[in-house]
């Protein structure tokens, strides 16, 4: 069950980070964050927690089979 946890909040962590990412240097319009640099910095960082999420779960489902 923790490999499953780990996998879905690193995915989600991962496409937030994108989208805060692309929002940040304007290619994505209609929101508050559109054109802040502020998200070009946090979104990257956020990518990066999700990635390492996903590579716990990853260990984790492999170690229980």
Do not use: D, E, H
Request: glycine share 16%.
């Amino acid at each position: 069950m923790r490999g499953w946890f780990r996998l879905t909040v690193g995915l989600l962590a991962v496409v937030l980070g994108a989208l805060w990412t692309v929002q940040g240097l304007g290619y994505v319009s209609g929101s508050l964050l559109t054109g802040r640099r502020v998200w070009t910095a946090v979104g990257p960082v956020v990518v990066l927690i999700g990635l390492v999420a996903l590579w716990y779960g990853m260990r984790a489902r492999r170690r229980r089979g």
